[in-house]
């Protein structure tokens, strides 16, 4: 949702571990000359630092400790080649000296290498267990690298050993409030960092995560509007005011920040096709290629403006993912359709296409056809199923006998897509599932026959969960439209149902995503869609209660 943690290699630079370096001071050779050049190097006389250090040195060739005071020096001065030699030197005559690990993991970070990263921080924290800016050095390589758990409690440890380091603090708080859904422990963190160190900016980036989870997107807009006229290239405040701009509504304001997600801890997926961007040129006799950048839902809400690309007169070729790719030629039959997955780097199924003049990913088309609440068309759904397949499924849902067909999904997302608080647990939409005359169908892509069946048994209703109109998008598709009604909660099918126009009811966490914008029943990319917002956060009960009175107006016993 919003951008990184902070910007790890600056941050962890800047909380060098003096202390540790002047408690091996005794250890050194030239004891005199590398404590005088400690004392420059805190001073900030990295010229002195650097002479006094080469002078211990000198003294004794094997000296660790002033290797790695020199190896500081060029660190802070930022020759960073000079810098990692003389850690080397440092661990190859100290091999337990934890320092020059820690230094030589945040060289490896700054380069891009992960793994050497992490294990070198890993090393540092094994040999000095309270070096608490490895611990925190370990807690960024590893959620950078996706493993939250080790995050957190690498990040705790580092908080445990520095309770007042405000950055610690808000690391910790935001991996545990995006990540972990620990929203109340998370926060708790966070304002604590923000008291610390009131204008930090990263703390404040991060802070934003709070004020979003309480609704006060005028205070994200602000923060991050003075943030960035203090750096206007602070890619993580504008995709925050981004996001709050777009929740509010003001299209024409968030598009132009929201291309900030490329360069942030984002859902954006950097796609290896070198074209020219389309930035609005004329397109009549062009070839623009479009390409999915982040998750099935998005593809899908993204693809409403695509009937407008191809109207443009442009040559349209679309790569979206796999699952959607047949879905897609038959939705917009000129255009070319390649389906193939985000993290694939090849890009040699364009040699047999011809040349191709424009690129764009999918998230950048709203800037150029949804600038307005009134640019949003009012579609009665873009996606065509397979109609043999619809027939079918028809037919099957006629076998169900009289009364409406209304499909029902529970879950959606993943842990750092905020998942938890968008779901809840099938048995909660018992009163819905226990009406008369109504038949229900499993739209959950996800789960399992033994799953619902135990659910159904244990709560005295019918659901009907077929595994083969969902395990394939295009089987979903073909029975959507025989449905008379879909319940869900915010997941892909909530997308699929709403781009194929069928009546949908969502279900919606009190802190939605920004697409469901800030209130309002109304889903400005799905005509068909009416939202019911939780009325605080985890109030599903009330969402049930809305949606039971709406049943009983719609199909009443």
């Given amino acids: 949702m919003f951008g990184p943690l902070k910007r790890w290699f600056e941050s962890s630079a800047a909380a060098t571990p003096v202390t540790a370096s002047e408690q091996n001071a ?3 050779a030239g004891k005199d000359a590398y404590r005088a050049g400690l004392a420059c190097f805190n001073a900030g006389d990295y010229g002195a630092a650097a002479t006094l250090f080469e002078a211990a040195i000198a003294e004794r060739h094997d000296d660790a400790c002033a290797h790695c005071g020199l190896g500081l020096v060029n660190f802070k001065l930022k020759k960073f080649e000079d810098a990692a030699d003389s850690f080397h ?8 000296y934890a320092e020059p690990h820690y230094y030589l993991a945040l060289l490896a970070q700054r ?3 992960l793994k050497a ?13 309270g070096f608490a800016d490895a611990h925190h050095l370990l807690g960024a390589c590893a959620m950078a690298a996706g493993d939250i758990d080790r995050a957190v409690a690498s990040f705790t440890k580092a908080v445990e050993l520095k309770p007042q380091t405000a950055t610690f603090l808000s690391d910790l708080g935001y991996v545990l409030t995006r990540d972990c859904g620990k929203l109340a422990e998370g926060a708790g963190y966070l304002e604590k960092a923000v008291q610390l160190d009131p204008a930090n900016p990263s703390i404040l980036v ?3 995560l709070v004020l979003w989870h309480q609704g006060r997107l005028d205070e994200i807009i602000a923060i991050c509007t003075r943030l960035l006229d203090a750096n206007p290239n602070d890619n993580e405040a504008r995709l925050n005011r981004a996001l709050a701009l777009l929740k509010k509504g003001l299209f024409a304001e968030g598009w132009p920040d929201y291309e900030a997600r490329r360069h942030t801890r984002s859902n954006f997926s950097q796609r290896p096709y070198q074209f020219a961007p389309w930035q609005g040129q004329p397109l009549r006799g062009k070839t623009l290629l479009v390409y999915g950048e982040q998750g099935l839902g998005d593809e899908i809400m993204f693809a409403s403006c695509l009937p407008e690309v191809i109207e443009t007169g442009a040559r349209c070729i679309i790569e979206c993912s796999p ?5 897609f030629r038959r939705s917009f039959p000129a255009a070319v359709v390649h389906g193939a997955s985000q993290a694939s780097g090849d890009t040699s199924w364009l040699d047999q296409l011809g040349p191709v003049d424009f690129q764009i990913a999918a998230g950048d088309l709203p800037a150029m056809f949804r600038q307005r609440l009134v640019d949003f068309p009012r579609h009665a759904g873009y996606l065509r199923p397979v109609p043999a397949r619809t027939e079918y499924w028809s037919a099957r849902l006629q076998a169900l006998g009289t009364g409406p067909k209304i499909g029902i999904a529970w879950r959606g997302g993943t842990v750092s897509t905020r998942g938890a608080l968008r779901s809840l647990d099938l048995r909660a939409l018992t009163p819905l599932l226990q009406r008369k005359g109504l038949h229900f169908i499993s739209l959950q892509y996800d789960a399992t026959i033994a799953e619902v069946s135990n659910a159904a048994r244990a709560q005295g209703f019918e659901l009907c969960h077929w595994p083969d109109a969902i395990d394939d998008l295009d089987e979903t598709a073909a029975l959507m439209p025989s449905l008379d009604l879909v319940i869900t909660v915010c997941n892909a099918g909530m997308h699929l149902a709403g781009a194929s126009g069928r009546p949908t009811w969502a279900m919606v966490a009190a802190v939605p995503d920004w ?4 209130k309002g029943d109304s889903l400005p990319w799905y005509p068909s869609v009416r939202m019911f917002r939780q009325s605080a956060p985890g109030d599903w009960q009330n969402v049930i209660d809305q949606i039971e009175q709406a049943l009983f107006k719609r199909y009443p016993v």
């Fill in 111 to 113: 380069e891009g290498n």
């Fill in 89 to 96: 030197l440092a661990v190859h005559f100290r091999p337990q």
């Fill in 515 to 518: 697409r469901y914008l800030e």
């Fill in 323 to 327: 699952r959607l790719e047949m879905l």
């Fill in 117 to 129: 990263a992490m294990d070198g921080a890993a090393r540092a924290c094994a040999l000095q267990p």
């Fill in 26 to 28: 005794g250890e050194a």
């Fill in 206 to 208: 991060n802070y934003c």
